[in-house]
């Protein structure tokens, strides 16, 4: 999607318009050829008209005629439907109606190919519905649309064929009436275990560590993205969170890790109340955090030895001040035993991604944390490094720790889990143990059709 | 016997300079080609203009301190800038610190005639360091609960302090029998004495090392000046760490606020022992520029700050002996900081622009010589989509 819109550019292959080869090197580029593109994040100037903004771009020249701009609104809405009025103030207008300016604007630079990024993710249903029709009325007249979307009941309802991509490969190409179940499982393929995890048998089961109860948040959008959400981890267990990105597992592990408030609801580990509280108080509960943006909460200008005290700089002080030599001492005894392969003195930004990961791990489970929040754990890693991750939260789960793990690859989450929970826009919609989880009916669960076994 | 961890060199503490000494150094050669042009157009002969800038103020002895009078009240606000910045907090408002700071020296001077210099001094630094942290109080509080640019508000209270000056000048400060806009003497015992007899080299100069060496050690050896460095080079990963990132950057706007309050209290003290409209000419701007050339470490502002003094009594008497405007000192200032601005812009930019892979992505964005650890100007950093 990015690469057709020229915000990313290929390494091999090519793109057709019509037929013919085009070489789309920058969004510019993009919209010459036709293709216009709708995401879910809006680029509209807010204090500005919706006649201002579908002009924006593409103003030649001094004079702006704002009145051409006004006509270009007015008969879209004749047209296809689209209405909104040219003289509003985009910023009052609510998301729906947004959106349709972003679509207007696309359609007044002869836009050919429509490409819609997960459109519905903002919608409330009735606009949902409104945007379904205007598409429809789009397409009647000949407009080519690609609709992005992770949702099974919106595929069928809009699509006439379907693609699906699973892990940066097509899977295949089919008509857009195919059952949900076999979209289904095209979506989530066949799971290849790698490094498993000791059978049930040895558990340590006891009352829950980290309970979360009724928890609720907002997102960017300022939209709830967590509701109303509860469940449990017990010491020695590994509880998987599944689902498509974007459904809530993002926020629910800045919750958890302090950096994000929610709106309600109580996060508690081991009776101590947590929900709102600051990284410091968290991590004194002795939660240990590795994020999804692993090179956002690390300094990537500061060492190696730096990072890895971070988290606790009071503890490194002599006579108020920083201990240098244990600093130094105390890094070096966590590359070796974590296999960092870097010098202390090393600054983390060069370090591989795997490395990074290996920081992080290192930081936190040096602290024997009871509780372990990790999102995504092995994305972007090779699987060297991948395997060493999850061999070592494993280990933590043998010692008794409780550890929720959000993922995106359903391999890692069978693999490593004792339960797993699947989150569909912020609610969790299923619960299964990793006995009878089965692919295809968790691939249902993560589509939103959370049919009842 | 132990082994000496020297960790703030080998880079452990996030604080080795090449990388900005480099850049330090090739804006100083691109200014000098830069005003080279200047120096012709305005009738002189560049290496004559040089020499008489920066090598004749340091051949005596008068002049030579006269470089480290110059020098005292940018090295103070210089250092001021330097802690600022690092931290993230982009204090632009060092003059009016400095303005605030000498207005209170000039209000507490007068009155501790009766006390020993031993105390009346120090009272007047605690009193010029207070109000130069109350004049970036309102600021930084809009900064850090409400997320208000302080860039804009530091800069704007800037003309504010110097209309409070004046205010206080031509109004109840007014010398009741000349006339003149000037304010009381301060008594014989706030004075700074001087430090060489029959020089203006005043004690404020012996205060700027001070706090440049306590800040030095503050930024490099402790605790407060580590979590400062990591709010500066990424507020996200040092909340994300426990860090309470508003109040490290609140706590680190009040420290220079006060460093540039002091500077403020040595111009008061040391050279006019008074208050006057032309106190600052331009110290807290001159400041900034010896901070970000000195890239924002102690000893770079050291260096920097005695550069700049160096320049600025080189300007004068090169006027008079080249006939040239005595502004072009502040010309080659100018150009100086926007040549260290865009070099800092152009690293920073450069290897932004890249686009890898989404998740390795970050680790490729940061210069490869940023180790320094130097935030860098911010305006340029984010390449933007679409």
Sequence with gaps: ?453 | MTRRYDLSRAGIMGATTSGTARVSIMAVLITVGFTTTLFLLAGANPIEAYLQYLVVPLTKQFTLLEVLVASTPILLTGAAVAIAFRAGFWNIGAEGQLLAGAVAAAAIGPLVGDLSPWLAIPLMIAGGALAGAAWVLVPALLRVRLGIDEVVTTLLLNPVALLMVNALLHGPWRDPKTGFPESPRIAASAIYPDLIPKSRLHLGFVVALVVILVAWFVMTRTAAGLRMRAVGLSPHAARFAGMNVERTLLRVALVSGAIAGIAGVGEVAGIQHKLTSGLSSGFGYTGIVVAMLGGLTMPGVLLAGLLLGDLTVGASSASRALNIPSEMGEVVQGVLLLVTVGLLAVRHGRVTRSDPPPDEAEVDLEPAGAGSGEPGPRAPVEPVPI
């Design chain 1, 1 to 453: 999607m990015r690469i057709l819109y020229g915000l990313t550019l290929p390494d091999s292959g090519e793109i057709q318009v019509g037929g013919q080869v085009v070489n789309i090197r920058s969004p510019r580029d993009a919209i010459a050829v036709g293709i216009g593109m709708v995401t879910q994040h809006f680029s509209l100037v807010r204090p500005m008209s919706v006649a201002e903004n579908i002009i924006l771009g593409r103003a030649r020249g001094v004079r702006l005629d704002v009145d051409a701009a006004r006509r270009l609104a007015r008969d879209a809405s004749e047209r296809y439907g689209i209405t909104v009025a040219p003289d509003a103030i985009v910023g009052n207008l609510s998301v729906g109606e947004q959106q349709r300016v972003e679509i207007l604007k696309a359609l007044a630079r002869d836009c050919r190919i429509l490409i819609m990024d997960e459109p519905t993710a903002v919608l409330v249903p009735h606009e949902v519905d409104a945007l379904f029709a205007t598409l429809r009325r789009l397409v009647a007249e000949g407009l080519s649309v690609v609709f992005i979307s992770h949702k099974l009941g919106e595929v069928r309802a809009i699509c006439d064929r379907v693609s699906v991509l699973r892990r940066g490969r097509m899977t295949g190409t089919v008509p857009g009436s195919t059952d949900e179940r076999d979209l289904a499982r095209m979506m989530v393929g066949r799971p290849t275990f790698g490094v498993g995890r000791a059978m049930a048998d040895e558990r340590l089961v006891g009352p829950p560590r980290l309970r979360v109860d009724h928890l609720t948040a907002r997102g960017a959008h300022g939209l709830d993205v967590l509701r109303d959400v509860s469940f449990a981890v017990a010491p020695g267990e590994i509880l998987g969170v599944a689902g498509v990105s974007g459904n809530g597992q993002t926020e629910l592990g800045e919750v958890l890790s302090g950096m994000r408030r929610p709106t309600a609801g109580s996060v508690r580990v081991d009776d101590v109340e947590l929900a709102g509280a600051t990284p410091q108080a968290i991590m004194a509960a002795r939660v240990g955090r590795i994020p999804e943006d692993r090179h956002a909460c690390l300094v990537l200008d500061m060492s190696v030895a730096v990072n890895l005290m971070l988290e606790r700089v009071d503890d490194f002080l002599v006579g108020g001040r920083l201990d240098q030599r244990r600093i130094l001492e105390h890094a070096q005894d966590l590359i070796a035993r974590y296999a960092i392969k870097a010098g202390p003195h090393d600054r983390v930004g060069t370090l591989s991604g795997g490395n990074i990961q290996k920081v992080l791990l290192a930081r936190v489970l040096s602290r024997d944390p009871r509780v372990i929040v990790v999102s995504q754990p092995t994305r972007g890693l090779d699987v060297g490094a991948t395997e060493y991750v999850r061999t070592e939260l494993l280990a933590r789960r043998a010692a008794g720790a409780a550890i929720l793990l959000v993922s995106e690859d359903l391999d890692e989450l069978l693999a490593l889990s004792d339960r797993l929970v699947v989150f569909y826009e912020g609610r969790i919609v299923g619960e299964v143990s990793a006995e009878d989880a089965d692919p295809e009916r968790l691939g249902m669960l993560m589509a939103g059709r959370g049919v009842a076994a």
